[in-house]
Structures are given as C-alpha cells and as structure tokens.
C-alpha cells in the first residue's frame, strides 16, 4: 500500500508527519518501456516508407458541343435490294457488260440512261490485280424510298469514288439521278480564294476546300502560259473574281454563276491506294474549267483586261475558239486538232479567214503559226482579232510581212495536205 503524505503548519513551519518513500521500479518494467520505445521507432520508419495514394483527380466538368442535326445519317447496312444493285452494276462497270448495266439504270428517265452509258462513264473500267473490285465506304437512306452510297471502285488503274443514287421501283432498286434533298446535301456556303467564288452545299465541304486549291492553281497554270498577267497591268484591268457553283446535277442551274461545276461527289474523283481524301478530279474537270478559263482569259487578251470592250461577231467567236483549242493542246488538256479532211477542201485565199472562216482550216492556221513564227505570235494576234480590219492589217500590226507570212503558209499547207492524201 503507497506510503500518505501529510503535512501540517503553514509557510515554513510546515512538517511532515508521513512521507511516502519513493517507488522504485523494478528491471522488467524497464526493459518493456524500453521495447515499446523501439517498436514504436520502428513502426513510424515503416509508415512513413509506405508510398502514399495517388490522389482522385478532381473531375473536370466539360461542356457538351452544340447539338447538330446530321445530314442523311447513314444507315448500314443498306436494305438488301441496294446492295445486290450496287453488286450488280459494279460488276457491269468493271466487265464493261452493257446489259446487266443497263438493267439496273432507272428505265424511266431516258437522259439519265444516255449519259451513263455515253463512253465518258461506260467504257469498262476494269478489274484490280489483286482485291475487291469495289468498297461501299458509306451509305444512307432518303425519303420517298430512296437510297445512296459512296462508292470506291477500280476505274482504269486508279481508285475512283462517287456518290451513287437509287430509288425503289416497283420491286427492283434502280440506280437514278442525284436527288436535291436538303436532308442530304445540307445548306449552302461559300469558299473565297484569290479568283474564285465557290458556292458548295454543307455535304461537300470536305472536297471544297481542296477544290478551290485546285481551282487557283488551274487559274495560275492558264495565267502563267497566256502571259496573262504580264500582258495585263492591275490598273487596266478589272479584278477577275470568277463565282463558281457546285450543283448536284438535277436542280436549276445558278444563273448568277460564272461556271456551274458538278459536285465534286457526283462527278466523281480519284483517291490514292490508301485513304479517301479528293487527289483529282475525274476528266470532266479538266474539260469544264480549263476551256472556260483559256476561252476567258483569251477574250480578256483581246480587249486588253476589258470584258466590255469585246464586240463578238461569229467570224471572231471562230478565231477566239481556234486559238483557245491551240492553247488547250498545249496546255495538255485536250488533243491537237485533227487536219484529216483539209485534202477534199478547197483552199481559199488565206484573207478569206478573216471574215467567213473555216473551223478546220483555221485550227491549221494557228497551227501554222505556232510553228512557223512560234507560240508568242499566236498571243500576239489575240487583241488584233478584235480591232484589225483584215488579216494582213492583223498581221502588219504584229510586226510581219504578210506577203513573207502568204509563202510560208501555201508551203506548209501544201505539205500537210499532201501528207493526208
């Protein structure tokens, strides 16, 4: 029992009366005390090694895009009867098998039959070495039992795709013309480059912008090769800004267009062996906008940048297209006219050209001069086309002896028609 303490008087009278002796602890509960202390060391070394948690990351609250209403959602796969059509007739392509093509050709729309079957579309595209001869890549459908599909198919060597069009009748799918629903192509918009004004539709955003790339280099190319720009200063001339449309093929045309293009969708384009991005145009490309830009900028030569200044009579429509048929050769876009017939016609007094010109024997003439006198004597005789009274005053002008210009030409025709007989 521990010892009672008491004490008794005040300040330092104060005594004690009993005192407690003090506890002495024994060895055991040392060495506890000192196990504890060291276990505790131990255990606070080993918490602190253990890595702590990584942390939750606070949630990011992030907020939804605008809705979208999505244009001719795609459907897939497409209702059995599209596809054994699209089967069919890409098989007809690549056989070149006019029949089974023809069969799945909406029967009544007479101009929509003709033009696929025209050589430009139908003329057998042939099949791969190796794989598929065609991919559907996507697909949809459309009111009014309506369908359409993004076609890839093997087209003379390359991969060529275009948006196809069907519609239900009867029983049978047929392929059919493009349709103008809004549903598919979307609201209009707008693309401006340096000469060009491109009016496309939501759907055909994608190949627009590469298209109005494609459009100025046409521009720059044609520039460049009639010396447009070095011919022409900018202050004497108006700015050329030409407004192009892409139409899907059956809505009115835009009266308000310069040139009216078919979507870059239905005109079809060629992709490269991997991926589907526009790489170039299929043909019609190169026919529709290189003869508008050589036949434009030719005329604009000849007024020297002044639209308004051209009076157009048929003698010169005539020259302007030779000379524009010339440039196009050179250019690469087309073929060089054919002579083959100048040898059955009879050679008139060369003056004669100027006013009641033959097509024929006035694409020789230019011929002649490219040759003769070289391709900047040709560009040169553009604005004469426009105010020169006569040929041989065209040619004074120009810097040339028209009598020099008369013998060279009756040996070089005589030469070209002897070579035809």
Sequence with gaps: MPDIHWR?????DQETIAKAAPTR????SWLVIVIVVVL????????RSIPEPVPHPTPTITPLPPTETPLATATPPLPPGVANTVEQEAQALARGDAQSFTAVQDPDDADWQQTRSSPDYFNGWGTPPTGVVYTIVESGTLPNNRAWADVIQFRDGRRF???RFYRLRVTQWVRTRPVADETFWGKWQTIQVKHFNLKF?????????????QLEAAYQRVDRDLRYGETITASTTDQIIYHVTLGDGSST????ADLELLSPRIAGFYVPESGDE????????????YHFLVTDLIERLATGGQRSGLQMTHAKYWWFMAISYWELARLGVSSPNSWM?????????????WGSPSEELLSAFIKFMAEIYGPEQVLKLVPQINTAPSLPEAIQQMGLSYTDLQQKWQVWIKQLVEAQS
């Design 8 to 12: 008794i008087g005040e300040g330092s």
């Design 25 to 28: 602890r024994s060895r055991w």
């Design 40 to 47: 505790g060391a131990g255990l606070g070394v080993i918490y």
């Design 161 to 163: 795709r275009e948006t």
């Design 201 to 213: 539709r939501e759907k055909d955003m994608p190949l627009a912008v590469n298209l109005a790339d």
């Design 253 to 256: 045309p835009d009266q308000a």
């Design 278 to 289: 526009l790489v170039a145009q299929s043909d019609s490309f190169n026919s529709d906008v």
């Design 341 to 353: 017939y100048l040898h059955t016609l009879d050679l008139p007094p060369l003056e004669t050209l």
